[in-house]
């Protein structure tokens, strides 16, 4: 199973770690286009950027989850990342289903996971080394660093993001902590449900957890 306050940590420090940069709104009309950047770089940009948030003394802790959040919205493949948790059932779903499941799950996911400035105490995310896997996606290894055990510059966790491009923007569409996936920690957890209940009781369930986290 993967430490819950860990993944907590790692979607407040890099969830966004995949945006591919900010094009200027000003560019002539008649300009090149910019270069496709690469999924590293891309890291290496948004990482800074979520640690300034995480970092800056003038924001609340409820103006740094919501920057947080947003960036996430825009930057995760939430669609690709609960397809995958599904698995094989993905494929019976009928369209509609496919929708509500996947508004629940992207919910889920950011309730779950997303008050990460609580758990935030000043660690930091260095990129080790990159790889292209061999159905396009990109793998960006990233380590995370801090004090542990009162000890500082530290390990905390080894964190593996899968990142997929679409219309020159790379996504995540999952991430490993220390050799464990999120997408395989869900799908063991739904396995379960759509063996004894189906989609239905899934939504349900996924709807009642995010109902009374609002609460």
């Excluded at 200027?24 to 999924?39: F, G, K, N, V």
């Amino acid at each position: 199973m993967i430490d819950r306050k860990i993944v907590a940590l790692v979607f407040g420090l890099a969830i966004a770690a995949v945006f591919v940069g900010f094009p200027s709104l000003a560019r002539a009309a008649d300009a090149d286009p910019p270069p496709a950047q690469t999924a590293r770089a891309a890291i290496d940009k948004v990482i800074h950027d979520a640690l300034g948030i995480l970092r800056d003394p003038k924001l609340s802790l409820d103006e740094k989850r919501l920057k947080i959040k947003q960036i996430a919205y825009d930057n995760i493949s939430f669609e690709v990342m609960g397809r995958l948790s599904l698995g094989r059932f993905w494929r019976g779903l009928t369209d509609a289903q496919r929708t509500e499941y996947s508004e629940e799950f992207k919910q889920h996911v950011t309730n779950t996971y997303g008050h990460t400035t609580d758990d935030y105490n000043n660690e930091d995310v260095t990129v080790s080394g990159d790889r292209q896997e061999t159905d396009g996606d990109w793998t960006v290894e990233t380590r995370i660093v801090g004090t542990r055990n009162n000890q500082p510059n530290q390990e905390i966790a080894k964190v593996d993001y899968r990142l997929r491009q679409k219309d020159n923007q790379w996504k995540i569409i999952d991430f490993t902590i220390d050799g464990v996936s999120m997408i395989a920690n869900f799908r063991s957890q739904f396995q379960e449900i759509m063996d004894d209940g189906g989609i239905n009781e899934l939504i349900k369930l996924l709807h009642e957890k995010n109902a009374a986290n609002e609460k």
